[in-house]
């Protein structure tokens, strides 16, 4: 359960148990059961309460007001801790948990270099992590370097379609330049080429490429960049689509 649906579960039961002037409904509720199932309602939302476990439910389970033979008592007490729940969600203090997702299974594309994998799927979560601390420009940046590994990975496994391609690189005598040191920019060109990622993945990827580019001082500040949350979301979106494209590439 969200935040939101929370709140709003909270604010409708409160609403059933205390009547405008503030006193508690009693006239809605014929018996003690009646008031005990409106409890388990609220019971079962707070234990569900999305983050860090806080002391509001534990001081729930414990209150004596919820044994007391009184519509009134029962339902006063209800009020209260629905009334400091709202409290608590309007102010931040119960906290979202932030799923982490994993990686796809990426052995198609890293097996050619050894290791590759580990330090990919540790910065598939690091680059989570970072947008939910708000280090938008660490995420980007971390999003960049997923994107130039595994484009670099899928072009030494196909090296000599890749050097066939009009976009790689060359010496001034004609020469191939190794793939290692190819560029984000050379290897989405190439993918993009010989139909590694999509034409329109392309240049969305050229966009990742550039927001990566900041990771230089210097970019940052010439190009003002001023990231945020939508900017994190767009860039993993183009991620994750990207290296769709990248496994599907490969027979």
Not at 48 to 64: A, W, Y
Not at 78 to 104: M, Q, W
Not at 119 to 148: H, N, P, T
Not at 242 to 249: A, F, G, M, T
Request: proline share 3%; aromatic share 6%; hydrophobic share 40%.
């Amino acid at each position: 359960m969200n935040l939101s649906t929370a709140k709003n579960l909270i604010e409708d039961i409160l609403k059933s148990i205390i009547n405008p002037d503030g006193s508690a409904a009693t006239e809605k509720f014929s018996s003690l059961r009646d008031v005990d199932a409106k409890v388990r309602e609220v019971k079962m939302i707070l234990k569900d309460l999305p983050g860090d476990k806080n002391s509001i439910f534990n001081e729930f389970e414990q209150d004596v007001d919820f044994s007391a033979n009184s519509r009134r008592v029962r339902l006063e007490a209800l009020a209260h801790y629905c009334n400091t729940a709202l409290r608590f969600l309007d102010t931040g203090v119960i906290h979202e948990k932030k799923l982490l997702v994993s990686a796809p299974d990426l052995s198609k594309l890293t097996s050619f270099l050894p290791d590759l994998d580990v330090i990919i799927q540790d910065r598939w979560l690091e680059a989570q992590k970072c947008q939910y601390a708000k280090a938008y420009l660490s995420s980007v940046i971390m999003m960049g370097s997923i994107l130039e590994a595994l484009l670099l990975s899928r072009s030494l496994m196909s090296q000599p379609e890749a050097f066939r391609s009009k976009s790689a690189p060359r010496k001034k005598d004609g020469s191939n330049i190794p793939i290692n040191a190819w560029n984000l920019n050379t290897l989405l060109d190439v993918a993009v080429e010989l139909g590694w990622i999509k034409t329109d993945r392309g240049k969305f990827g050229h966009a990742l490429r550039e927001s990566r580019n900041v990771v230089h001082p210097w970019a940052h500040v010439t190009t003002k960049a001023d990231y945020d949350e939508a900017t994190c979301k767009t860039c993993w979106h183009v991620l994750k689509a990207s290296v769709d494209d990248l496994l599907n590439s490969i027979a």
